[in-house]
């Protein structure tokens, strides 16, 4: 029994100290809001200056034609 405890003792605290260590990760995480722009992988082309930029782009270049 007692070199089952002088194996364990040394890793113990590490494992206590990585349990805290997630716990307050999460603890943070919970209280973040979600970003307005978390779910853009859905509607990305509304929200993307770029194609904005073309559509404009191209738009002017039929006009101009």
């Known amino acids: 029994m007692s070199t089952f405890l002088a194996d364990i003792a040394p890793v ?3 494992l206590i100290l990585a349990a805290l260590f997630v716990w ?3 603890r943070s995480n919970r209280r973040q809001q ?3 722009w ?3 992988f859905r509607h990305h082309v509304d929200s993307d200056a770029d194609v904005r ?3 404009h782009d191209l738009d002017a270049y039929d006009r101009a034609a």
Do not use: F
Request: hydrophobic share 45%; aromatic share 0%; no cysteine.
């Open 12 to 14: 113990l605290p590490a």
């Open 34 to 36: 979600t970003a307005p």
């Open 53 to 55: 930029r073309i559509v």
């Open 24 to 26: 307050a990760l999460e």
């Open 38 to 40: 978390s779910d853009d």
